[in-house]
């Protein structure tokens, strides 16, 4: 969804050259999405994380994901009768 002002959320959350943080975020949303904005102004964009540790965690959700779906579709069906 774009934001009201047709700008890239990029746009809205940036302030500067810093690609996050305070921002016209803050009053455009601020009111209407309190807690993202909280977690914004705590700073959570401002560290580093290098990028294999970004890419592992987000594979390792897709994974979990997957071994769910496998495990629920190798279950035996339920048996109505029973």
Known sequence: MMP??????RVL??????PYGPGPFDS??????????RFIASGVFETFDPPDREFIFG???ILDGIEGLV?????PPPNPAE
Do not use: E, H, K, M
């Open 71 to 75: 495990t629920a579709r190798s279950a």
């Open 4 to 9: 009201p002002n047709g700008q890239s959320s």
């Open 13 to 18: 959350l940036g302030s500067g050259s810093a």
């Open 28 to 37: 455009a949303y601020g009111v209407r999405f309190p807690a993202i904005t």
């Open 59 to 61: 594979l390792d959700r």
